[in-house]
């Protein structure tokens, strides 16, 4: 919104929105202050809101020791995505069919998200909610719809870069035509329900998803820059040069939710007096897989979201092979932090360990800009 009203300034005039319009630099620092501070502003108001509508934690079966955590409020996601969402509606270029489908998922999984909470809230117990097929027919429509944008003229990529996949470390995409489709899908669900598995601890979700959505914003930025992707030769293609593509304004969609991620850590961080609940971690996931197809980043995604990957395959590997093919446990708790607070390590080591993990496979997927 405010993007456009700065395209009627003075061109020479170098006034806060007409710098707004001219540097996507200018807008993704802005988007990111002013979603921090709302969140820091109205998260407090919702404490005893939250409390008397019920909307409070409830004992998890496959947690240990979560008995400190019972009646802490949640669905503090609420205040992630109300603060973001403004930020990418008011600084991003609306016209953007980049922003278009970014918002287009942070609404849908936003929404899944939040009658899912719902729904734990009426049956108050944690293990009802949306089932399970629900959550992969609305996760996956979200992700048909992406990859027939990826495959399709009408989307936002040249005919070069229509059904193509971006390996790391090597510089040619490879086309996969059609399948492009449904290995969207796959990836779009596995991500979203991954960083639904890493809300299990204080802080323990928002640290890896400030990193990942930072190395998101900062590929944003070299790929939409047509000098810095060339000289990074993305995307190159032997008989056609380098095809670049214009996804510069997921830098401010990025911004905007690292700074509602910010100021949700003010309060998230140990001992935590809010948790985000599904809301939040659907729709952090959601955005997350959808800028990540965007960028054609997808296969980076398990070393910049290794954490991610970890929990999700920890549970997956539990219940599919161990529980359900062997008929007994592999690990002595899953998801992958509930195993390593098995082993004896406290809530906050664990957390400030995968924070760490976060940031040096951030670090990592980074050099593959140049190591390719």
Request: contains cysteine; glycine residues 10%; hydrophobic residues 50%.
């Amino acid at each position: 919104m405010i993007y456009f009203l700065s395209q009627w300034l003075d061109p020479n005039a170098e006034t806060l929105l007409r710098l707004g319009h001219r540097y996507i630099s200018f807008r993704a620092g802005v988007a990111f202050l002013m979603s921090m501070f709302i969140v820091m502003w109205l998260m407090p108001k919702s404490f005893d809101l939250f409390s008397r509508l019920g909307w409070v934690n409830r004992q998890r079966s496959y947690m240990i020791d979560s008995s400190s955590k019972e009646g802490v409020p949640i669905m503090g996601g609420i205040h992630i995505f109300m603060a973001s969402f403004l930020g990418m509606i008011l600084w991003c270029d609306l016209s953007d069919l980049y922003v278009l489908a970014s918002v287009f998922s942070a609404v849908a999984f936003f929404g899944l998200g939040l009658r899912d909470d719902l729904l734990k809230i009426k049956a108050g117990h944690h293990d009802e909610g949306v089932s399970r097929l629900t959550k992969y027919m609305i996760q996956g429509g979200v992700g048909f719809l992406l990859g027939l944008m990826l495959t399709s003229s009408w989307g936002p990529h040249g005919e070069l870069l229509q059904g193509t996949f971006s390996l790391p470390f090597i510089k040619e995409p490879f086309h996969v035509g059609g399948l492009q489709i449904p290995i969207t899908i796959f990836v779009v669900v596995f991500i979203s329900n991954a960083v639904n598995f890493a809300d299990g601890m204080d802080g323990l979700a928002t640290g890896p998803s400030l990193m990942t959505f930072l190395g998101l914003a900062i590929f944003s930025y070299i790929l939409g820059n047509v000098i810095w992707s060339k000289h990074f030769l993305f995307f190159y293609f032997h008989d056609h040069g380098i095809q670049s593509i214009d996804c510069s304004e997921l830098v401010v969609v990025c911004c905007s939710i690292m700074g509602a991620l910010m100021g949700f850590l003010w309060y998230n961080a140990y001992p935590a007096t809010i948790f985000m609940g599904d809301c939040g971690s659907m729709y952090l996931g959601g955005v997350m897989a959808t800028v990540s197809v965007l960028l054609k980043q997808e296969l980076l995604f398990p070393i910049l979201g290794l954490f991610f990957v970890l929990e999700l395959l920890s549970v997956l590997i539990q219940d599919w092979i161990g529980i359900g093919f062997l008929g007994k446990r592999i690990f002595f708790r899953a998801p992958f932090h509930e195993y390593l607070k098995y082993l004896g390590y406290s809530e906050p080591k664990i957390v400030v360990r995968m924070w760490i993990l976060s940031a040096g496979m951030m670090v990592l997927s980074l050099l593959s800009l140049k190591l390719r």
